[in-house]
């Protein structure tokens, strides 16, 4: 009581005053069982139908709040499931997306070791004939741009050029019998060789791991979740000229 007899600010007087009034018309709109006995008299309603209502209102009202709780119930079950399908799928994604990587990996391990043939073959054409600047140039102009590209995108690319390079170096060499003759070109052409079969299957294994990868992402409803979360899909690694 002391605490109700204190001073009241001045700021809250508008909302105590609005939840008062508002307390005071619903306990003014209550009624009691027997006023509406007393009011069902008056109607010719029976007073065993007056209790008989009360009673099945009361019941509806018992059986709307067990709804409530049941309906609570059921979104916080789903609520949770969910939660945990997104934890689950978020993993499932990150699991498929660094095996993504370390395949890449692999592959990248093999364009490299075809990058650094091409001093090799620099060598091998300089020690033969003096005359092949252009093919020289070129290979040592791919192998630059190897070197230079830091995203998958840009190596794939840059490989292009290490292939093509490759190729007017074999193409040179088929004419070339002296070249042929020679153990290191021999020795050369074996590791080539060597390097892209090892290069084609790090790239089938690549590619079957964007597969799983995308395929992961896209289907319903993991599209919805991989949207949200960033992730995309993957480019697969569609080489070209890479004849031995």
Do not use: C
Request: charged share 20%; aromatic share 8%; hydrophobic share 40%.
């Amino acid at each position: 009581m002391n605490k109700l007899n204190g001073g009241i600010p001045e700021e809250i007087v508008p909302e105590v005053l609005e939840i008062a009034s508002r307390n005071y018309a619903n306990n003014s709109q209550a009624y009691s069982a027997s006023e509406l006995i007393q009011a069902g008299s008056e109607a010719q309603i029976p007073a065993e139908f007056i209790q008989q209502a009360i009673q099945e209102v009361r019941l509806r009202q018992k059986r709307r709040q067990k709804q409530r709780k049941i309906l609570a119930t059921i979104g916080a079950s789903i609520l949770a499931v969910s939660a945990i399908w997104s934890i689950w799928t978020y993993n499932s994604f990150s699991r498929h997306a660094s095996v993504v990587q370390a395949k890449w990996a692999q592959v990248e391990n093999q364009l490299q070791r075809r990058a650094d043939l091409i001093p090799n073959l620099v060598r091998v054409t300089q020690a033969y004939t003096e005359h092949e600047k252009e093919i020289v140039s070129l290979l040592q102009q791919s192998r630059q741009a190897y070197l230079q590209a830091d995203t998958p995108e840009q190596k794939v690319a840059a490989v292009e050029e290490v292939n093509d390079a490759i190729n007017h170096f074999q193409d040179y060499a088929a004419n070339n019998s002296q070249l042929q003759s020679g153990q290191l070109f021999t020795n050369l052409q074996y590791e080539i060789a060597g390097t892209e079969n090892r290069l084609a299957v790090e790239r089938m294994r690549y590619n079957q791991a964007v597969q799983r990868y995308n395929q992961t992402i896209q289907q319903f409803p993991n599209s919805v979740l991989a949207n949200g979360l960033g992730f995309e899909t993957q480019p697969f690694f569609q080489a070209k000229n890479t004849e031995p």
